[in-house]
């Protein structure tokens, strides 16, 4: 379970071997949502709207390091850290 960032108590990972389209997981207490890296659609889960927002600024920060990060996972290779949203 990488972790590459973590910001307002939202934890990002991106898992190895993962399915189709490229995304990530931000989990927020006990809640959970799965990202589109491209859209910043949720396509999974769910997360109050306030912290998918923080995570959509957070993203359109970050598309081309969680590209990276994802073609990286793909291989098991190790994880990029990526600057948290301040």
Same mark, same amino acid.
């Given at each position: 379970?990488?972790?590459?960032?973590?910001?307002?108590? /939202? $934890?990002?990972?991106?898992?190895? #071997?993962?399915?189709? &389209?490229?995304?990530?997981? !931000?989990?927020?207490?006990?809640?959970?949502?799965?990202?589109? /890296? $491209?859209?910043?659609?949720?396509? #999974?889960?769910?997360? &109050?709207?306030?912290?998918? !927002?923080?995570?959509?600024?957070?993203?359109?920060?970050?598309?081309?390091?969680?590209?990276?990060?994802?073609?990286?996972?793909?291989?098991?290779?190790?994880?990029?850290?990526?600057?948290?949203?301040?």
């Amino acid at each position: 379970m990488p972790t590459i960032s973590y910001f307002f108590g /939202i $934890a990002i990972r991106i898992y190895f #071997n993962e399915h189709p &389209p490229p995304h990530f997981h !931000a989990l927020y207490g006990d809640d959970v949502g799965q990202v589109e /890296i $491209a859209t910043g659609k949720l396509i #999974n889960g769910r997360l &109050p709207r306030r912290v998918l !927002a923080f995570v959509e600024e957070w993203r359109m920060l970050h598309v081309d390091e969680l590209m990276e990060d994802w073609r990286l996972a793909q291989g098991r290779k190790r994880l990029n850290r990526i600057d948290p949203l301040e």
